[in-house]
């Protein structure tokens, strides 16, 4: 490919909206165009490694036995209305109407379709296991689109659905993806950790995110260094504090404390440690048609933090049907009080206690009262929780709940998840098969996405340096640039066209920089593009002598043509299927 003739622009000025590296540079390098807000083009060079990255996953999906498909990202109401989830996904979910009114949804997911269709064609566990997948075009319509194609609207999603008999079944192919899993983001060139995963109301430790490790990444991780332990934050367990079993329980009093709405000011004023608190967390929830239907109270010790994912598996609704509540409304209902709300004198609202508040003892709350807390306030005796489980977040230096050191935080993209569904939509719809016995039984599902999009922008983040992207050379647009230095000159254009033959015969892709531009501009966009090999042909081609330099090496070298031809096969079949 010529430089010269390809559709290319590359920018000076990056828009301001973009803040992170990835962002800035697939902009900068022109391999992405946004539309509007959360919706992007990929041009030439991107959609080449957009495409490289889904060879890679094609390639181990295939290998594992899975069988890809292709489904419309238009999927028919009728079908998520089978599953429940079309009141339950909530604003995400892009919703459309035909001319006849009839309602559809851009699929943000293809559970419902890969059930119907496994249902319509399977109905013999001589036909299990089967795992089907497709690489397709996903809607989300996010609230917060942002970080380019990190969290857009509209992304590429392959996503692979498994179908067994038995859990035995599931485990072998939820493995089977996990390794699968292992494999493709090796060979596309990322420094990540699958980490355990929430898996909402379905429970167990079923889920994992393969998480790409990066400072700007949006997931919090958990993780140990004395054991393996590894969990996005969310979801990691946490120790409950030690109960406090030989301590005797002395007498409820109500204490005047003035202005003390936080936890902190109320430990100051009463010279107690944050330990001894109870701190109160006030939510209003809402049904399917986004109408009020509860007040929730969330109780955790003050130093704690509560745990939104953790709370709305408790109270087993989705993210978007709770929200912070309006304390004066709130007030007039349950009789709580902003700043002073405490377990002890609400009524009309459910509380939710976390696990370690029932062992411990002679604990300060809020009164329910301006102005005033009550201590000496314990379990039992003096409150009790609708629901008592663990709805706080393991901190950074909070006990490991595996082994007990200090665990550490970090942060990452999700870039795939593997979910081990069991039979939730297999039963919602109906998708059975008949066993050994003749007897009827659900399907035993497993779901495993990967966003190959967002794996493009995390490859960018983790891979490039001041001056651009350093691509691996698995997934990079071309594996290496020829920089002619004078396009034209009888020497110059011979040497290039020669390297360019033979390189592309051994199955090197090329990109020649014919522009007749500076070196210095020619240069710096090379940089900026990140093709791995750059080969200079300058004033000692007739000499038969190239520049031969890595785009992440500063080393640069003189070979012969060559030796510089050779090196560079020899690194592209080295490094091709993944370093
Ligand atoms: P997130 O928690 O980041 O919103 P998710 O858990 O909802 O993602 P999944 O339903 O597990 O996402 O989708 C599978 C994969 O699709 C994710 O692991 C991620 O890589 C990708 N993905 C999800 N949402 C987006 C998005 N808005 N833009 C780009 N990629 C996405
Ligand atoms: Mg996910």
Redesign the pocket.
């Known amino acids: 490919m010529r430089l010269s003739k390809m559709h290319l622009k590359t920018l000076r000025e990056v828009p301001n909206e973009a803040e992170i590296p990835s962002h800035i540079l697939l902009l900068r390098t022109g391999m992405i165009r946004k539309l509007v807000s959360g919706i992007y083009g990929f041009m030439p060079m991107g959609w080449k490694s957009v495409r490289k990255i889904e060879d890679i996953v094609r390639e181990e999906m295939d290998r594992t036995g899975a069988q890809e498909i292709h489904m419309s990202a238009v999927q028919p109401a009728e079908l998520w209305e089978e599953s429940g989830r079309w009141s339950h996904y909530g604003p995400e979910l892009w919703r459309i109407k035909d001319r006849n009114g009839r309602d559809f949804c851009l699929g943000p997911?293809h559970e419902e379709i890969f059930t119907d269709i496994v249902r319509n064609d399977i109905s013999s566990y001589k036909q299990l296991p089967e795992n089907l997948y497709q690489i397709q075009t996903k809607y989300?319509d996010?609230a917060r689109p942002r970080f380019g194609?990190?969290?857009?609207?509209e992304?590429v999603?392959k996503d692979a659905y498994s179908f067994d008999k038995d859990t035995e079944g599931l485990d072998k192919s939820y493995q089977d993806m996990y390794d699968a899993y292992t494999r493709i983001f090796t060979r596309c060139g990322l420094y990540f950790r699958p980490v355990e995963a929430d898996n909402g109301a379905i429970g167990g430790s079923n889920s994992h995110?393969f998480q790409a490790l990066t400072s700007v990444g949006?997931s919090e991780i958990a993780y140990c260094e004395k054991c393996d332990m590894a969990a996005t934050t969310e979801r990691a367990g946490c120790v409950d504090a030690a109960p406090e079993t030989d301590v005797e329980m002395l007498p409820l009093e109500k204490v005047h404390t003035p202005g003390t709405k936080t936890i902190e000011e109320v430990a100051d004023f009463l010279g107690i440690p944050k330990e001894k608190t109870i701190k109160a967390l006030l939510f209003v929830t809402y049904d399917d048609d986004y109408k009020e239907n509860g007040y929730v109270a969330a109780f955790v010790r003050g130093d704690r933090d509560c745990n939104m994912t953790k709370l709305i598996n408790a109270l087993g609704i989705p993210e978007h049907q709770i929200e912070f509540a309006d304390e004066e409304k709130m007030h007039q209902a349950t009789g709580c009080v902003g700043g002073f709300t405490g377990p002890t004198a609400l009524h009309d609202c459910r509380i939710v206690v976390d696990s370690e508040l029932p062992g411990l003892k002679n604990m300060c709350a809020g009164a329910c009262e301006e102005d005033h807390h009550l201590i000496n306030v314990n379990y039992g005796r003096d409150y009790k929780g609708d629901i008592v489980t663990d709805i706080k977040t393991l901190k950074e230096g909070d006990p490991c709940p595996c082994c007990g050191a200090p665990v550490k935080h970090a942060r990452g993209i999700?870039?795939?998840?593997v979910f081990k569904l069991g039979t939730k939509y297999s039963e919602a719809m109906h998708a059975m098969y008949v066993d050994e016995n003749q007897k009827e039984q659900p399907i035993v599902m497993g779901c495993y996405?990967?966003?190959v999009?967002?794996?493009l922008a995390a490859i960018v983040e983790q891979h490039h340096d001041d001056d651009g992207i350093i691509w691996p050379i698995s997934v990079a647009p071309y594996h290496v640039i020829i920089e002619e230095m004078k396009p034209g000159d009888e020497e110059q254009d011979k040497v290039t066209a020669d390297m360019e033959e033979q390189l592309e015969k051994a199955g090197v892709e090329v990109l020649v920089d014919d522009r007749k531009e500076r070196p210095g501009v020619k240069f710096k966009d090379a940089d900026l593009i990140g093709i791995p090999i750059r080969i200079t042909v300058g004033k000692k081609a007739p000499d038969g002598i190239v520049e031969y330099k890595l785009r992440r090496e500063e080393e640069k070298r003189e070979l012969s043509v060559e030796d510089a031809v050779a090196e560079a096969i020899a690194l592209v079949n080295k490094e091709r299927f993944g370093m």
Not at 149 to 153: A, G, N, Y
Not at 414 to 417: F, R, S
């Open positions: 997911t989300r996010e194609l990190m969290r857009s609207r992304f999603m995110e949006e999700e870039v795939g998840q996405g990967i966003g999009t967002r794996t």
